[in-house]
């Protein structure tokens, strides 16, 4: 049974539940009031009484209770508001009958029926009545009329419909969740879809949200899958092509070893072993499955800055500054991306040129502290209208040649500093060449 109808039967059991103990229980606990609704001639006795007794007179009214009694069996008497009685009445001459009742006394049961004890009041005057009741005239009233059974279906139609809308409004985000995740398994997910859900402010609201979020981390992870794709695949179209020119070649004619097509081979063996490593570190970060520590940033920098001194030529390496700041992540990957971008540098700046790292802390607070990276050259540096797009997988810029690389180094650096809630944006430096700025988030407390 589909959910919707499961929701819609226990809300409408449940009312009807809930309904039909209350009428039982009013019934149990206010058959007097009851009696005086449904009984056919005790729903308006009152108030005909005290308007023939008004409008013709006590006797027209006394006539009446005579028919009353031989018609239905009923017996009373009627009293002004002092309790003197205001006709003869038709009530036994018992001394219990002819006391003057009080107003708003609780009726007591006889052996043979019932009395009520009523007040009523009309636009002239206050009343008393004594009313009896006897024993087959109490349950004529349980003789259901038509009218109270058209109240009930009436009743359940409107409970029905009540707890249809409401199903409906429960369980309609959860369908539309639904459809969307068919749409994210078909790698076609559109937000815009939960958009009206999300403004709920209950559990389902929020269960949107996280799903919205979900399915566009999803979706963006899908597309930047089926980008990089089609990437590798134009990247390893080209030596791919080289080496089969170069084996068709060689298998023409008889080559020594020392042949610079045994070379050129060689280099382009080098390239795709160089290309598959690069892919292979750029899905490793896509798949992280060790747990993050804590890791001092400074002494990380320092080392990559080492690292970079020892395969400089003529460059200086330059590190001023420090944070002081304790990371949670994965040192490793973060050296990665650090030395990535010094490698980057040193490949574009100029002989005997200078590369400047900058740490500085940018903390306000020990719960908003923030670490900041600068890494420049004075190389030729980038325009402006391709600072953007740095970092995207097997870029290159204009002028840019193939042996300078694949492109994955910076893309590599930006998903492992976006892997510890940090940001890579990239600059015109004041040495004339490009800017690398690493924002990372510290640790709470992280402050060494």
Known sequence: MRLFWKVFAVLWI????????????????????LLLQFHPQLKDFAQELTDLYENQG???????????????????????????PLLAGTLPQLPRFAQPPAAEKRSRST??????????????????????????????????????LANIALAMFLLAIVSLLL??????PLRQLGLAAQSLAQGRFESDQLNRIGRRRDEIGDLSRHFNQMGERVQSLLDSQRQL?????????????????????????????????????????????????????LSRLDSQDQPAEPFPLDPLVSACAEDTRFVAEDQKIELRGATNCQLLGWPDQLGS?????????????????????????KSGSMASSQCQITIEDDGPGVEESWLSRLGEPFLRLPGQTSNSGHGLGLAIARRAISMHGGKLTFSRSE??????????????????
């Open 58 to 84: 006590p006797a027209q009214a006394q006539d009446w209770l005579a028919v009353q009694r031989e018609a239905n069996r009923l017996r009373a008497q009627l009293y002004s508001d002092a309790g003197q």
């Open 337 to 361: 991306a650090v030395d990535n971008l010094l490698r980057n540098a040193l490949r574009f700046s100029a002989p005997l040129g200078l590369i400047r790292i900058t740490l500085q802390s």
């Open 431 to 448: 040495l004339g060449g490009l800017k690398a700025t690493i924002d990372l988030p510290a640790q709470p407390g992280g402050q060494l």
């Open 229 to 281: 794709m089609r990437d590798i695949s134009h990247e390893l179209r080209s030596p791919l092509a080289r080496l089969r020119v170069g084996l068709a070649l060689g298998n023409r004619k008889v080559l020594q070893e020392n042949d610079p097509l045994w070379l050129r081979l060689d280099r382009e063996c080098s390239r795709l072993d160089a290309l598959i490593e690069d892919i292979l570190t």
């Open 111 to 148: 052996r043979h029926g019932r009395m009520f004890q009523l007040a009523w009041s009309s636009a002239q005057a206050d009343y008393h009545l004594s009313l009896f009741v006897p024993a087959p005239e109490l349950f004529r009233w349980q003789r259901t009329p038509l009218a109270l």
């Open 14 to 33: 449940a009312t009807l539940l809930v309904g039909g103990s209350g009428f039982l229980v009013s019934r149990a606990l206010q058959q007097d009031w």
């Open 167 to 172: 199903s409906r409004y429960l369980t309609s």
